[in-house]
């Protein structure tokens, strides 16, 4: 597969809207936080939130690989990507 099939592609999960967190997920989240009640509306919001920043910072550290002429992200990169934010 070829570096522009694969953009496309991301891209295209992406832009579905699909969601990728689970909402349980995000009410562990908060509650290991201390929230004592989380709404739906808050795992909801706090699920768009983290989605967008794993978003972005997923293209960047994708760059990144790419720059260092590999196929394969490393954690090196995402730890790049998410101090460049």
């Known amino acids: 597969m070829n570096d522009k099939f694969i953009k496309n592609l991301i891209l295209a999960f992406f832009m579905t809207g699909k969601?990728?967190?689970?909402l349980s997920a995000m009410e562990k989240?908060?509650?290991?936080?201390?929230?004592y009640r989380v709404s739906e509306e808050s795992k909801e919001a706090l699920r768009s939130v983290l989605e967008n920043i794993g978003d972005k910072i997923s293209r960047e550290a994708?760059?990144?690989s790419r720059h260092a002429n590999r196929r394969t992200v490393k954690a090196s990169d995402i730890k790049l990507a998410s101090k460049q934010r």
């Open 19 to 22: 969601k990728i967190l689970s």
């Open 29 to 35: 989240i908060m509650k290991a936080a201390g929230a």
């Open 62 to 64: 994708i760059e990144l």
